[in-house]
């Protein structure tokens, strides 16, 4: 009855109200596996993440080691020189309006047990400006050395000082072996270039495939 001091049944819709019923011990840390373990292996590969930050903070991704043109460069199976060096304004149609083309010729043996490659060759100015290949680097088939052409878009204010840089780095590697060939372009061979490559088009040459 209304103002009796109790609850009327009638006004929850005529439900009774079942009381909780309380859960078991076993059921409780049941289901608190879950979390618990969720707990556990986010504190081990958190800590295991710790770890690997602080084994390779500071340290340098690649380890460089250069080489003056000409001289054989050892990359993993492969043995690699730099054996010429011009420039253009068109090479094969390539051209750019005030870049210049500029042409290496490399000679890779493959001294391992199946075709390698070099993932990446790039030229690289004294401030960090990195000019990528217009065109990629043959398979070299297992003993056999391959000759071959490679064309870079320069701006010919980035000349001196040029470096080749090579590399078969991995994605989930921390410290990759990479060669780097010094040109030896100076001021006075940075101006021979700009001047020989004045209006010249050239076509690149054949790959040439030799066995070992």
């Given at each position: 009855m209304p103002g009796d001091g109790h609850l009327s049944v009638s006004r929850f819709g005529g439900e009774r109200i079942r009381p909780q019923t309380e859960?078991?011990?076993?059921?409780?840390?049941?289901?608190?596996w879950p979390s618990l373990l969720m707990i556990i292996v986010a504190a081990v590969f958190g800590g295991w993440l710790v770890d690997l930050n602080d084994r390779y903070e500071g340290e340098v991704r690649f380890v460089d080691h250069t080489y003056p043109a000409g001289e054989t460069v050892p990359l993993e199976d492969l043995q690699i020189r730099q054996i010429d060096l011009?420039?253009?304004?068109n090479v094969d149609g390539l051209s750019s309006p005030g870049a210049l083309v500029v042409?290496?010729?490399?000679?890779?043996?493959?001294?391992?047990?199946?075709?390698?490659g070099i993932s990446h060759i790039n030229l690289v100015d004294p401030a960090g400006y990195t000019f990528v290949s217009e065109n990629s680097a043959p398979q070299v088939?297992?003993?056999?050395?391959?000759?071959?052409?490679?064309?870079?878009?320069?701006?010919?204010d980035h000349l001196q000082g040029l470096q080749v840089q090579l590399d078969n780095s991995g994605i989930y590697t921390f410290a990759d072996e990479r060669a780097e060939?010094?040109?030896?372009?100076?001021?006075?061979?940075?101006?021979?270039?700009?001047?020989?490559?004045r209006g010249l088009v050239v076509e690149s040459r054949a790959d040439e495939v030799e066995g070992l």
């Open positions: 859960r078991s011990p076993l059921r409780s840390r049941l289901a608190a011009a420039a253009a304004e042409i290496l010729r490399f000679r890779v043996e493959n001294h391992g047990t199946g075709p390698e088939p297992a003993g056999f050395a391959t000759t071959f052409d490679l064309a870079f878009l320069i701006d010919p060939i010094d040109l030896g372009i100076d001021e006075v061979r940075a101006a021979q270039l700009r001047e020989s490559a």
